[in-house]
């Protein structure tokens, strides 16, 4: 779970991904979210080259519970779901 500039909290996760990939799961849909700077910022100091692509999953309805998406979205990726196909309420 990961903080970007502004005001919300995204996923940033390896999980059934190839070498050298990362998804950033962000709920908001926001289109200022850079992958490849949030990838920069995680993997600079290990000198790695990460691709990463933006994975646009459920979308809030408020501007207050990125938190709490971004806290669901990690449970169902460590328990094995894809949270693409989870709703939450």
């Not at 059934?16 to 490849?36: E, G, Q």
């Not at 990838?39 to 709490?68: A, M, T």
Request: hydrophobic letters at 35%.
């Amino acid at each position: 779970i990961r903080h970007t500039s502004g005001n919300q909290w995204v996923i940033v996760s390896s999980i059934n991904c190839s070498k050298d990939v990362i998804n950033v799961c962000d709920s908001l849909h926001d289109t200022y979210i850079k992958p490849h700077c949030i990838s920069y910022s995680l993997f600079s100091n290990f000198r790695l080259d990460v691709s990463s692509y933006l994975i646009n999953i459920q979308r809030h309805s408020n501007k207050c519970d990125c938190g709490l998406f971004a806290i669901a979205v990690a449970f169902e990726l460590v328990t094995g779901n894809d949270p693409l196909k989870q709703r939450f309420i």
